[in-house]
Nanobody
Framework: QLQLVESGGGLVQPGGSLRLSCAASGFTLDYYAIGWFRQAPGKEREGVSFISRTHDSTYYADSVKGRFSISRDNAKNTVYLQMNRLKPEDTAVYYC?????????????????WGQGTRVTVSS
């Protein structure tokens, strides 16, 4: 069964850090580009960070640039999103997704498999 499972979400104070993980099973992440998306209550899903299938090219939304970092460990079949200096506006459900297209893919419709999401709440 093909599956993506996110973990690492939770409640954190403003300025804190979290590391989200996205573990794949039933397929190999080596052949996919990966994206992290988030959806806040009442808002549309937005792309946060992306990493290409080859060359590990990355892209970040302006709202998280300099604070978030995406990485992949193909040996562990896992992708990570390190989130530092978190702000209340980062509160959302975070999803990882994979696409067979190479390059930095920012369009949600091009993603084939999605995880179930992990909730991040930034609040004092």
């Amino acid at each position: 069964q093909l599956q993506l499972v996110e973990s690492g979400g939770g409640l954190v104070q403003p300025g804190g850090s979290l590391r989200l993980s996205c573990a794949a099973s039933g397929f190999t992440l080596d052949y996919y580009a990966i994206g992290w998306f988030r959806q806040a209550p009442g808002k549309e899903r937005e792309g946060v960070s992306f990493i290409s299938r080859t060359h590990d090219s990355t892209y970040y939304a302006d709202s998280v640039k300099g604070r978030f970092s995406i990485s992949r460990d193909n040996a562990k079949n896992t992708v990570y999103l390190q989130m530092n200096r978190l702000k209340p506006e980062d509160t959302a459900v975070y999803y990882c997704a994979v696409t067979p297209f190479d390059g930095v893919v920012v369009t949600p419709a091009m993603y084939r498999y999605w995880g179930q999401g992990t909730r991040v709440t930034v609040s004092s």
